[in-house]
């Protein structure tokens, strides 16, 4: 069976007591989610290199799965390489260079992801998905947390699953935006692999257990799925 990823968006914490928010989480994650914001790709800013740092160093085993939101790739890229564990950047930043930055990326021991804001379409970046381990759906326009989801984002998810079989690649596809438990397990069910969550983990006063509520729903909609 699949196993699918949990990924709480550090953007969803108190930032005045982020560590704690961790902790709460009980290592009932899988990856965590980091976005990073340059106020200008994005209508916000938000986490730099040195907190990126300062997680790797708290965290030494965790998966930090860094989504870039910025422009000026060939300045912001090399400050997150001594400590994230994926890097993705967006299909509508640099889109012309993406072959080399994806390249950049790889080259440097670091998984690589593509991100899509949600009116773009998958053929801007069909011919570099093998260069991606990860494709990203944005199911909200990207920039803030606590957005309504996207319908629409499942159909690009479902398309992405049928390239993937058809092209024989082997992408990781995430989701990231408006993700609650009235959407996730749809969510599971139209291919998404990893699943970013911040507004709905964090807003929870025990997450740790409702992340396991949540691995359960998941695990009976995939039993029942292959029944
Ligand atoms: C939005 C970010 C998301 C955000 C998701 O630009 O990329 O990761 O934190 O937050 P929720 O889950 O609250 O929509
Ligand atoms: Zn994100």
Not at 113 to 118: E, K, M, V, Y
Request: aromatic letters at 8%; one cysteine or more.
């Amino acid at each position: 069976m699949r196993k699918i990823i949990l990924a709480p968006s550090l953007l969803g914490a108190n930032p005045l007591t982020l560590a704690d928010d961790i902790d709460r989480l009980k290592n009932n994650y899988d990856w965590l989610h980091l976005d990073i914001m340059d106020g200008h790709f994005v209508r916000n800013l938000s986490f730099g290199p040195e907190f990126s740092r300062a997680l790797r160093k708290r965290y030494p085993d965790s998966f930090i799965d860094a989504h870039l939101m910025t422009d000026n790739l060939e300045t912001v890229l090399p400050l997150f390489m001594d400590s994230a564990s994926l890097i993705t950047v967006h299909a509508e930043t640099e889109t012309h260079l993406l072959h080399a930055t994806l390249s950049a990326i790889k080259n440097a021991g670091i998984k690589t992801g593509i991100a899509l804001c949600p009116p773009t379409p998958l053929s801007v970046v069909e011919n570099v998905f093998e260069l991606a381990d990860l494709v990203l759906v944005m199911s909200v326009t990207p920039g803030f947390g606590g957005q309504k989801f996207i319908e629409s984002s499942l159909e690009k998810v479902r398309e992405l699953v049928s390239i993937r079989e058809v092209k024989k690649y082997n992408y990781t596809i995430e989701i990231d935006g408006g993700i609650n438990e009235s959407n996730i397990i749809r969510a599971v069910l139209s291919g998404c692999d990893a699943i970013v969550m911040g507004s709905a983990i964090f807003r929870e006063a025990d997450p740790a257990s409702w992340l396991s509520g949540v691995r359960e729903k998941i695990k009976e909609a995939m039993d029942f799925g292959t029944r």
